[in-house]
């Protein structure tokens, strides 16, 4: 391991919760940390509140007073960055604009020796941008903490084009000796994390400007069917539609318009109303005192008692083809195979709860309720959508999928780094690559030209990667 010993002090430049936050864990490891900030009085703020947030550990149990009060003893508030010359890593935690971060890069660089890491955590800015014009831009390395710091796991450890390679793995080994899981990633827009997720959003945003079905719904399908832990749209109030469509431009901009990152006119006009979400009060879902969450949409329960199950394979029912999804609309399939078609979403997570079904127009009310009641008996709560391609869940997923195989493609991080990542880093319930090999490439590659068929949108195309996977994968067979 090259960890940087316990005997070298880390300096933190940004005292906000973000930086505060990283002073703590590299404190709480057993270094000597230095905590600075341009704005009078912030450092003291900071360190203060690292000791506010060890009261809460101390009173559930989790650290005795003597360990805390040595961990905060550990942090010393930088009256000035010339004290920055005494630290072996300086680590960034300051705002998201390359302008102020670039200057302070060239002020830390001036004060401390040309050995010592100069780390930035930026979510999305360029490292090689960064590091443009320094003396020293092999040092220059990305150290991308997860909010709150000290509770997240994931380090996304990111090297921009100058970067030394000795130098990204001294950061992510200690990273880890730090209790954090580092992995690699190339400086790209997003890294790995704020890019492989931004089809979670983007798709839950169509789906909803579609008119597929409404945001409890969509939230419902995505935790009870898929295993997230919060659906788009709750999770998008809790960060903020401001912060959240920002990063989408951010990434959508920074990849020269590419229509996968394609912003969305509905949480553009959130943001221009106000609606922030929680912050504000109201975003897709109103936080007023007395308002309460909606309810998704579910129909009503129609049969007792355990039926036969369906097969995931194409099966017919009483004169009507039920199918899970494959991309296409249940009228496309009826029109494909002349009978009425009823098509049921995928389902990802163990012990799932609820299920999406749509119908072709053909099919009859006794024929839906049948199956409705059918799905009901194995336990399953049934949401019904419009019949828009590739439903919700499989429509998601594909997507999602899709954005790590072009991650990988592209040698952002090798696929298990960007499974790793995005469980870590966004709490998925499972990485893309998991996901694949559940799914098999050839049927998410299937899902995803049977969408661009039907929408003619860019945003679609399938990645050059998930399609050789799929042709490796029929060689194989």
Known sequence: MSALGLDKIIAVAGAGAMGSGIAQVAAQAGHQVLLFDSVPGAALKGHQRIAAGLEGQISRGKMTREAAEALVGRVHVAENLDQFSKASLC???????????????NEMEYRVGPDVILASNTSSLSLTALARGLKHPERVVGMHFFNPAP????VEVVSGAATDPDVAQITADTARAWGKVAV???????????RVARPFYAEALRLFEEGCADAATLDALLVEGAGFRMGPFALMDLIGHDVNFAVTNAVFNAYHQDPRYRPSL?????????????????GVF???????MPDPQTEAVLVEGVLQP???????????IVARTDGRTAARLALDSGKPVILYDAMTGEGGKRVALTAS????AGQWNEVVGRFQSLGLHVSRIKDLPGMVVM??????INEGFEAALCQVATPEDIDQAMQLGVNYPRGPFFWAQQFGCGEVLAVLDAIQSATGDPRYRASFGLRHAADLARLQA
Not at 184 to 189: D, F, I, K, L
Not at 310 to 320: C, R
Not at 395 to 400: F, G, K, N, P, Q
Request: proline share 3%; aromatic share 8%; hydrophobic share 50%.
């Open 286 to 292: 109103s936080y007023a005192a007395e308002a309460a």
């Open 151 to 154: 509770v997240m796991k994931l």
């Open 266 to 282: 509905v949480q553009q006009e959130w943001v221009e109303a106000g609606w922030l979400g929680r912050k504000s009060g109201r």
């Open 310 to 320: 369906f097969d995931a394979a194409l099966v017919q029912h009483e004169g009507v």
């Open 395 to 400: 429509r998601t997923i594909a997507m999602i």
């Open 361 to 364: 127009p053909d099919v009859e």
């Open 184 to 194: 690699h990633a190339r400086s790209t827009p997003g890294f790995i994390v704020n």
């Open 91 to 105: 680590i960034e935690a300051i705002v998201e604009r390359m302008d102020i971060k670039h200057a302070l890069f």
